[in-house]
């Protein structure tokens, strides 16, 4: 593989393309389910809320709208089946769903991470545990899990929503090692922050701030450059991903100077 090839094997062009969205009712999944279906993809769209995948799917003939719970295990085997048939296999399965609640140590409750952890982790390797096997019998497709940013390092008030996507990014990396052999691709997507109904409940300012409509424009470049990170917006990752090069000592020191925290 040369140098600077992408790392994964090329999505077929948009029209012909076949997505499964799950996450989709609200937020950065709606965005790009929407901006897939604008460039005449087939889109599936999942959440639990029907009514809001409804309307992201409009009228638009190439949307199947499959209402799910994705920590169902046989919920979401029973969709994956219905949209493979109703397509005759699928390209991409974008799992986008998740969930986010600010927790500082003193607040930490054995209830409440158990319940941040069914949804962000257990959702995401319940759906992955369904396509795969689909997935590896067509010999092609690819899986794309949406983690965070803050998934990198620990950082304040992200305490287990943190360790939920420092999982994924380690889950996704596994996956691709696993999978790209296979001539499956793997995408790992870290947003910073994005203007969604989750971050709306967020109390202090967000440094480079984007909307789910950016996003989802990042999040499709990056599947058509078949990058394995997708990470946005740049200005605000790089410094991150410095950060990440740092010792313990410099790195906590330089959080509390940003966060006052
Ligand atoms: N916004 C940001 O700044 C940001 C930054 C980094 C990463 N992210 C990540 O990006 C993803 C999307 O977040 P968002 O900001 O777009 O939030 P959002 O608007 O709240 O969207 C979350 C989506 O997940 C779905 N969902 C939640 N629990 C589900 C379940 N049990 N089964 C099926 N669907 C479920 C929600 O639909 P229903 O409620 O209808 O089920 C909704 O469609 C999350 O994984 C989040 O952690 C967001």
Do not use: C
Not at 33 to 47: K, Y
Not at 198 to 226: H, K, Q, S, W
């Amino acid at each position: 593989m040369g140098l600077f090839a992408p790392l994964n094997p090329p999505l077929p062009a948009w029209p012909d393309a076949r997505v499964w969205v799950i996450g989709a009712s609200t937020g950065i999944g709606a965005a790009v389910a929407r901006a897939l279906l604008a460039r005449g993809a087939r889109v599936a769209v999942s959440a639990r809320s029907a009514d809001k995948l409804r309307e992201v799917a409009g009228a638009n003939a190439n949307a199947l709208v499959e209402p799910l719970d994705f920590t169902q295990t046989a919920a979401v085997a029973s969709a994956w089946e219905r949209i493979r048939a109703a397509w005759g296999g699928a390209d991409l399965v974008l799992i986008v769903a998740g969930t986010h609640e600010e927790v500082r140590a003193w607040e930490l409750s054995e209830g409440k991470s158990r319940a941040l952890l069914e949804t962000n982790l257990h959702g995401v390797i319940n759906t992955t545990s369904a396509v795969v096997p689909g997935l590896l019998a067509q010999g092609r497709g690819a899986l794309g899990i949406v983690s965070s940013v803050a998934g990198y390092r620990g950082l304040p008030k992200a305490l287990v929503y943190g360790a939920s996507k420092a999982a994924l990014i380690n889950f996704a990396e596994t996956l691709y090692l696993d999978l790209n052999p296979k001539g499956l691709g793997v995408y790992l997507i870290n947003p910073g922050f994005v203007r969604t109904p989750l971050t709306d409940r967020n109390a202090f300012r967000m440094p480079n701030l984007i909307t789910a409509e950016e996003a989802a424009d990042e999040i499709v470049a990056g599947l058509e450059a078949g990058d394995f990170e997708i990470h946005f917006p740049r200005a605000f990752t790089r410094k991150l991903k410095l950060m990440r090069l740092l010792p313990y000592r410099w790195y906590f020191a330089l959080v509390r100077r940003a966060t006052g925290l």
